[in-house]
């Protein structure tokens, strides 16, 4: 049996959180399994809240082998049903189909990208239908964001009709994921606010044929995403930063906006609905909400496993299709630093990735 050797995640009771590299068997794959040389993985926020966890990110310290760090007493029992366990990480990642069982076959010598978990290893054992065939000439850094951002970004397109709005916003919007969404809001028609912290971020998006960018930063944020408003309808939005009150201002804004067209005054606020769906954790400060947005509107969350649920299997192929055919276009992603499964553990990359800042994304080349 082959062996791999992959990241681990630990919380133990004493609040230590423990990163280090171990070994692990690799099974042989099964009838309708392959197994993955894995060459690509990239580190997401998502991926954080298990890599990292709760823990101080200022309070670590290296042996060589382990990286530990502390858990905040107070935030501990939020991660009890982990303590104790030495956890895989890595939602999603490329490689080559290495060996396959029955029915797979076809696969040997693929590009695949997949959202398997456990990614940040040298091998993975999977369902083929796990995998998404990448095109040929694809290669695996194209592959390794393959899943969650072009397939949230799309979910947000998709999401926004499904509950019959017709125009969207969007926070971080300089991000990867964000860039993404415009290019799909511009190719179908849809209007789209794009919020950011910084004026570069304001002239890149702009660069990419963004007609609506609001900097949350600027004395004139709320005046710019009100007209901005206006102008695009927008009625749902969704919010990567999770905590303070920028969900708390889309929602007034939209108000505001709604009642510039109203033809009556109504006490109870515009008969507009108005949605914001947290789908992030930028912000780790506790969500806060002022309550002048009137009674109509809808605070909630959003994660892509379960809209996937909802959209059934054959639109989720049409979607993968998608991702797989534009990879190279509308959902390439850019990368600032590669490193490997040891450069995950070394200090100064950690106090980097942990971070999260907007165009500052690693790969992790296994």
């Known amino acids: 049996m082959k062996t791999s050797r992959q990241i681990r995640s630990l919380i133990t009771e004493e609040a230590k959180l423990e990163l280090s590299i171990q070994e692990h068997e690799v099974p042989d794959p099964k009838d309708d399994e392959v197994l993955i040389k894995v060459e690509a993985s990239p580190i997401n926020p998502s991926d954080l809240g298990l890599l990292l966890g709760p823990a101080d990110v200022t309070t670590m310290e290296s042996n060589g082998e382990v990286v530990t760090m502390d858990v905040p007493q107070s935030l501990l029992r939020s991660v009890g049903a982990r303590i104790g366990q030495s956890l895989p990480v890595g939602n999603e990642g490329s490689g080559t189909v290495v060996e396959a069982g029955k029915d797979a076959e076809h696969l040997i010598g693929k590009m695949v990208g997949l959202a398997g978990g456990s990614m ?12 998404l065939e990448m095109n040929e000439g694809t290669s695996a850094a194209d592959a390794a964001s393959c899943f969650v951002n072009p397939l949230t970004a799309l979910g947000m397109v998709e999401t926004m009709r499904m509950e019959n709005h017709t125009a969207l916003i969007h926070t971080a919007a300089a991000s990867n994921l964000g860039q993404m969404l415009i290019k799909i809001c511009i190719d179908e028609g849809v209007p789209l606010i794009n919020i950011v912290r910084k004026d570069e971020h304001v002239e890149l998006l702009k660069s990419l044929g963004a007609t609506h960018v609001c900097n949350s930063s600027s004395d004139n944020f709320m005046s710019d995403l009100v007209e901005a408003l206006v102008d695009t309808g927008a009625t749902i939005g969704f919010d990567a930063t999770g905590g303070g009150n920028l969900s708390s201002l889309l929602l007034t804004a939209m108000e505001v906006a709604a009642n510039k067209t109203a033809t009556e005054y109504s006490r109870y606020g515009s008969d507009s609905f108005k949605q914001v769906y947290i789908y992030g954790g930028l912000d ?9 947005f009137g009674f109509s509107w809808s605070l909630g969350g959003w994660l892509l496993t379960p809209f996937i649920g909802k959209i059934g299997p054959e639109k989720f192929q049409e979607l993968r299709q998608k991702v797989a055919d534009e990879i190279q276009t509308t959902f390439k992603s850019n990368y600032t630093k590669e490193i490997s499964l040891e450069g995950v553990l070394e200090i100064e990359n950690i106090a980097e990735y942990a971070q999260q800042a907007t165009g500052q994304k690693y790969l992790i080349t296994p």
Do not use: G, I
Not at 120 to 131: F, L, Q, W
Not at 284 to 292: A, I, K
């Open 284 to 292: 780790r400060s506790p969500t806060t909400l002022t309550r002048s």
């Open 120 to 131: 940040y290893s040298e091998y993975r054992c999977v369902k083929a239908n796990a995998c």
